[in-house]
Nanobody, 124 residues
């Protein structure tokens, strides 16, 4: 079992930055892929960013590429999502998820464990 807890969300203005954190317990994240997903009201959950086990490779949705950065700290068993130049369209609940494999995928169904999420609201 893996327990995931997200933090760092909040209410910000367009153009601001936030850093989301995902704390894991129960397993060492360095052996598993981690993804960040988001879900806005009335919309499906969508892939935001992913990182391979050990942090060797990352990937991003086109909508956030160049603005968001995913990273991991294996010593702390944490994964982060640095979000810069935030837009109102980034408003959503952000979830981190763990996949029982080394390689991340951009599909929610590929992930086995999920956190409860943290709300990000970007005002114009």
């Amino acid at each position: 079992q893996v327990q995931l807890v997200e933090s760092g969300g909040g209410l910000v203005q367009a153009g601001d930055s936030l850093r989301l954190s995902c704390a894991a317990s129960g397993r060492t994240l360095s052996s598993y892929a981690v993804g960040w997903f988001r879900q806005a009201p009335g919309k499906e959950r969508e892939f935001v960013a992913g990182i391979t086990g050990g942090g060797g490779a990352t990937g991003y949705a086109d909508s956030v590429k160049g603005r968001f950065t995913i990273s991991s700290d294996n010593a702390k068993n944490m994964v982060y999502l640095q979000m810069n130049s935030l837009k109102p369209d980034d408003t959503a609940v952000y979830h981190c998820a763990v996949r029982s494999a080394l390689v991340f995928l951009p599909t929610a169904g590929a992930y086995d464990y999920w956190g409860q999420g943290t709300q990000v609201t970007v005002s114009s």
